[in-house]
């Protein structure tokens, strides 16, 4: 089982419609978790970071996290053509590790 | 801030060659990575460092070194290049994230705009 999984999509929403995008992970022990965006020739850049239960809402973006089903998810509502990309999800698997494991990402597509 | 910079952006190398990826950031993070991602893939950890002098092997480091004399800068070495090294190189730093105790971790990672590579 990967550590860290996404599908791959594409996943094609019309303009104006909720974007949903989730990601599930492995090691329940995991405490952090990321989302970034990545454009096409582009290098991955920050969305949401999330730590605890619940909904975080920055904006636009809404990350749910629930580490009982071990699922971290973004929507992205009002969705717009920039919003085309590849979102990757990031997961620090466990506490006291230096490093970040990454989904392989699902790509976004917004249809005017 | 310039943030995480990365040399040079494209780079064509014949089999054999040899070559240096540079990678400064200038936010003092202590952690530091090298990533490689292929056309579809998402990203693969070739090393990373939590400090000065100190590397470490990620999931895919053969074929490459690293060094980390300064916070600032952690250069990737490409020895005998390779078709299988044609890849986007992106550097990422971070800032350690404080648990209880001593444990640490790696937070949010900022990534640099990357080198295209390309081997033939």
């Known amino acids: 089982q990967k550590e860290v999984e996404q599908n791959s999509g594409p996943l094609s929403v019309p303009e104006g419609a909720i974007a949903s995008l989730n990601c599930t992970y492995s090691?329940?022990?995991?405490?952090?978790f990321f989302w970034y965006r990545q454009y096409s020739g582009k290098s991955p850049e920050l969305i949401m970071s999330i730590y605890s239960n619940g909904d975080k809402e920055d904006g636009r973006f809404t990350a749910q996290l629930n580490k009982a089903s071990q699922y971290v998810s973004l929507l992205i509502r009002d969705s717009q053509p920039s919003d085309s990309a590849t979102y990757l999800c990031?997961?620090?698997?466990?506490?006291?590790?230096?490093?970040?494991?990454f989904g392989t990402g699902t790509r976004l597509t917004i249809i005017p | 801030n310039a943030g995480v910079t990365q040399t040079p952006k494209f780079r064509i190398l014949k089999i054999g060659q040899s070559m240096t990826l540079q990678c400064t950031q200038d936010m003092n993070h202590n952690y530091m990575y090298w990533y490689r991602q292929d056309p579809g893939m998402g990203l693969k950890l070739i090393y990373y460092?939590?400090?000065?002098?100190?590397?470490d092997k990620g999931e895919v480091p053969n074929g490459y070194n690293v060094s980390r004399s300064t916070t600032e800068d952690f250069p990737l070495r490409l020895e005998l290049a390779a078709p299988s090294q044609t890849s986007v190189y992106f550097c990422?730093?971070?800032?350690?994230?404080?648990?209880?105790?001593?444990?640490?971790?790696?937070?949010?990672?900022?990534f640099g705009p990357g080198t295209r590579l390309t081997v033939l």
């Open positions: 990422a730093s971070s800032y350690p994230r404080r648990g209880q105790g001593a444990s640490v971790s790696t937070d949010t990672q900022y």
């Open positions: 090691d329940r022990g995991s405490q952090s």
């Open positions: 460092s939590v400090g000065a002098g100190i590397t």
């Open positions: 990031a997961v620090n698997i466990n506490f006291g590790n230096e490093k970040l494991t």
